[in-house]
Each structure stands twice: as C-alpha cells, then as structure tokens.
T-cell receptor, first 113, second 109 residues
Framework: DAGVIQSPRHEVTEMGQEVTLRCKPI?????LFWYRQTMMRGLELLIY????????DSGMPEDRFSAKMPNASFSTLKIQPSEPRDSAVYFC???????????FGPGTRLLVL | QKEVEQDPGPLSVPEGAIVSLNCTYS??????FMWYRQYSRKGPELLMY????GNKEDGRFTAQVDKSSKYISLFIRDSQPSDSATYLC?????????FGKGTRLSVIA
C-alpha cells in the first residue's frame, strides 16, 4: 500500500485566495482525520470522518474552513478565503478506529502571503 | 492547564546516551498512550503504543505509563544519530487522540 497520499505537498498563495488540500486514505481504513501543525500550537485535530460522515468538527477554527469526504478514497480540506495565519502544515491521517493507530500522510505545507 | 504538557526542548545528547522524554496530562479518562516520531518534513509515525499503566519495551525503546501520577515516559537506550527527530506523546480515552507539542531531539555523533 502506498500509505496516505496528500496533495499538493507545498502550496503558496496570496491572502484571500481559495486553497484546497486533498487526501487519499489507506484502502480499508474507515476513519479519516485532518490535523494542522504549527510551532506555537503543535498538532491540532480539525475534523474527523467515519465512513465518509463527519463525526467531530469542533476543531475547525472558523467558517472559512470546510471539509468533505465524498467517498471512501478521497477527502478535501478547503480554506476560503485564506489568511496569513492559516500558514501551517496540514496532515491527513487514516485508521480503523479512533482508538487504534493513525497513519499520517506526508503533509501539505501551506504558506499564505 | 492544558490537557497534555510536553517540554519542547530542544534536547541534545551524545551518541550512546540514554534519553528520557516525558509528558504529563490532566484528563484521568485517558487510557491509551502513544509515542509518535516525526522526522523533519515528514508526517508523524507511531513508535510505541501502551494501554493503561505499566511498561512496554521494543528494542532500544521503553514506554512507561504511571496513571496515578498522570505521567508518561519514553526511554531510548544507546541513542543513535538516526533517532534525531521530534517525539510527540499522544493519548486518548473515548475521544480522538490529543497530542503533546513534541520534544525535538538531536543525537550528536
């Protein structure tokens, strides 16, 4: 298995632009997690899905952030409009339950100018 | 008080040293305790996983959980330059994982 796949790996955009991050979880995993990592705040859970259904989105910082999972093999995290304080590394992870191991993707480094 | 506290370091040790990494937590409902290792510009990867209190050993790595003190530790014996990474503790009860901020470790050859 290729592991969790994220794209793009790097994104540089200007404030106000829409940003879409993509994730393909490991086949057979029915939990998908989106995290954000910064030096100041560490690794923060934004939202997680079970069987494509959002279970907990309490970590989503603002309405500018939205996430979807249209099928078992694809999820997106969208920021619209983006702001400089959104600059961070965004990780997608998948697993077979919230109690079990989560497998992380390589992350998307986002820089909003 | 934050749910999980972890000293960010950085921690620099000579090759061969014993390394001790620690986290404290406040939520007594946490039952599962994990250590993730994150190399620079990579995603975290699971290193050790323990349930409830006690010790678990895997090669040069030993994880300890003391639930009475709400304190967990990761020990690395005979540390190697390849162990240089950020180590994140993580824990959970009935909710998804809560991560510490990570401790950056450098093992100098």
């Amino acid at each position: 298995d290729a592991g969790v796949i994220q794209s793009p790996r790097h994104e540089v955009t200007e404030m106000g632009q829409e940003v879409t991050l993509r994730c393909k979880p490991i086949s057979g995993h029915d939990y998908l997690f989106w995290y954000r990592q910064t030096m100041m705040r560490g690794l923060e859970l934004l939202i997680y899905f079970n069987n494509n259904v959002p279970i907990d989105d309490s970590g989503m910082p603002e309405d500018r952030f939205s996430a979807k999972m249209p099928n078992a093999s694809f999820s997106t995290l969208k920021i619209q409009p983006s702001e400089p304080r959104d600059s961070a590394v965004y990780f997608c992870a998948s697993g077979t339950s919230p109690q079990e191991t989560q497998y992380f993707g390589p992350g998307t480094r986002l820089l909003v100018l | 008080q934050k749910e999980v506290e972890q000293d960010p370091g950085p921690l620099s040790v000579p090759e061969g040293a014993i390394v001790s990494l620690n986290c404290t937590y406040s939520n007594s409902a946490f039952q599962y305790f994990m250590w993730y290792r994150q190399y620079s510009r990579k995603g975290p990867e699971l290193l050790m996983y323990t349930y409830s209190s006690g010790n678990k050993e895997d090669g040069r790595f030993t994880a300890q959980v003391d639930k009475s003190s709400k304190y967990i530790s990761l020990f690395i014996r005979d540390s190697q330059p390849s162990d240089s990474a950020t180590y994140l503790c993580a824990m959970k009860g009935n909710t998804p994982l809560v991560f510490g901020k990570g401790t950056r470790l450098s093992v100098i050859a």
